[in-house]
């Protein structure tokens, strides 16, 4: 079973400051892919990022980074440079990437954090 | 259209009544996922797809809820003699590939059973 914790319910930053979300998994698959979502007030449901449990380095895109540390298990968001727009809720999540199993593309969500950037 | 798309966007419904959701994923899309989504958590799996194939419905909490897609492309989530526990978002999820492949959402059906 895979399992996502996300111990912020809430985090506020200023604009244009660096903000980092908390996101610590467990597994007992090899191989696994993490992901943050975004869910602004709209509801609807963005990708920002993946990461695959194989890659050596963390994934970017953008303004977004992935801290990947997979001996602590964590897969911790980094936002650079927050902006008004970034306020939402942001979820972490998992998959496992063994293919020949029945859950390989099931997503374990975690519960989220609410992010709320102060101009 | 370029995304995954969901109708009816909401649905009101009466204990007891049957509902059917629809989801239309990108196209070309090999898989599709259904989540449901309760007010202030993450969206928790209900079933999925590769093609017409359902490949794991672990997640449908009980015998009233079903999911058929059989063409490949759309797909319908049934829950019959709804409850009003089962009032939630229900989110549907395409994505390329299911090993490796990003699941894109679509906007979402909120169901509200009085």
């Known amino acids: 079973a895979q399992k996502i914790t996300q111990t912020q319910p809430g985090m506020f930053v200023q604009e244009k400051e660096a903000v980092t979300l908390d996101c610590t998994y467990d597994?007992?698959?090899?191989?696994?892919?993490l992901f943050w979502y975004k869910q602004p007030s709209s509801g609807e449901m963005i990708f920002l990022i993946y990461q695959g449990s194989y890659d050596e380095q963390n994934a970017t895109e953008g303004r977004y980074s992935l801290n990947f540390q997979k001996a602590r298990k964590s897969a911790n968001l980094v936002i650079s440079a927050s902006q008004l727009g970034d306020s939402a809720m942001y979820f972490c999540a998992m998959r496992p990437d063994n293919a020949g199993g029945t859950s390989y593309g099931k997503l374990t969500f975690g519960q989220g954090t609410i992010l709320t950037v102060h101009p | 259209g370029a995304g995954v798309s969901q109708s009816p966007r909401y649905k009101v419904t009466k204990r007891g009544q049957d509902v059917a959701l629809r989801c239309d994923p990108i196209?070309?899309?090999?898989?599709l996922y259904w989540y449901r989504q309760a007010l202030g958590q993450g969206p928790e799996f209900l079933t999925y797809?590769?093609?017409?194939?359902?490949?794991?419905k672990s997640g449908l909490p009980n015998d009233r809820f079903s999911a058929e897609r059989p063409e490949g492309s759309i797909s319908t989530l049934t829950i019959q003699r709804t409850e009003q526990r089962d009032s939630a978002m229900y989110r549907c999820a395409s994505s390329f590939q299911s090993v490796f492949g990003v699941q894109y959402f679509g906007p979402g059906t909120r169901l509200t059973v009085t």
């Open positions: 196209s070309g899309h090999v898989s």
């Open positions: 797809f590769n093609y017409e194939a359902q490949q794991d």
């Open positions: 597994t007992s698959d090899q191989s696994y892919g």
